[in-house]
């Protein structure tokens, strides 16, 4: 699976294209604004959309599904539905974050642990790692050794916990037992930031080794 990542946002958010190359087809990962250079990035890849799928309610990640839905008209999938109140308080998170005010939405199919999504005819797991929210989801395609992981993991941090239902021993225990177990030669996209391996952030990592 070929992945392209498009940092959008004030926050830098890595918004990623993930497309197989036998199809041409592909599904975009948290849209969460800019969304013209979105579409740019797909069109210059040469990739027609099936589909966005979503981390988690932030507005960071999320604030551009709604319009980039009816844009395209793409279904949304994801997040977990712990994160609804996020959603549905999309206008309040773009207030207090300084975003322009952006829709909220309702997925086209809500996501839950062990649950799968296709993207190419390609099978990515789906793994809820509560903790930087409720409804936090990873996905992960074990063909190619690679995860998109949103804000549960990054290379020499975690998640905050402090926003709204944030819960730091809920992030540690899904790090341990949902994304760790992966295996160490995993990539893994975080939503800020650079790449790295779990291997790289189980040994190294100051937050899961104290
Ligand atoms: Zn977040
Ligand atoms: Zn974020």
């Known amino acids: 699976m070929k992945y392209a990542i498009i940092p959008v946002t004030p926050f830098q958010q890595n ?3 993930l497309w197989s190359e036998a199809t ?6 948290d849209p969460g604004g800019d969304i013209d250079r979105i579409v740019r ?9 099936e589909k966005i799928l979503a981390t988690h309610g932030h507005v960071d990640h999320v604030g551009g599904v709604a319009e ?21 308080g999309m206008e309040r998170q773009c207030l207090m974050f300084g975003f322009p005010v952006t829709q909220g939405f309702t997925p086209d199919r809500w996501l839950a642990d062990g649950d799968t999504v ?7 797991a789906v793994l809820h ?11 992960h395609h074990a063909p190619s050794k690679l995860a ?10 975690i998640g905050r916990t402090d926003f709204p239902r944030g819960d730091h021993a809920a992030l ?39």
């Open 24 to 29: 041409m087809t592909g599904a975009v990962v």
């Open 68 to 88: 980039l839905a009816r844009r395209l008209s793409l279904p949304v999938e994801g997040p977990h539905p712990e994160d609804r109140f996020l959603l549905d």
């Open 172 to 210: 540690l225990e899904s790090i341990h037992t949902k994304l760790l177990p992966l295996g160490d030669d995993v990539a893994f996209i975080p939503g800020h930031g650079p790449m790295s391996t779990l291997g790289q952030e189980r040994r190294h990592n100051p937050f899961l080794n104290d």
């Open 148 to 157: 998109v992981v949103g804000d549960v993991l990054f290379q020499g941090s």
């Open 118 to 124: 296709t993207v190419a005819g390609e099978t990515l």
């Open 15 to 17: 918004c990623t294209i």
């Open 129 to 139: 790692c509560p903790g930087h929210t409720p409804g936090h989801v990873v996905f």
């Open 41 to 49: 990035a797909v069109e210059r890849a040469g990739v027609t959309l």
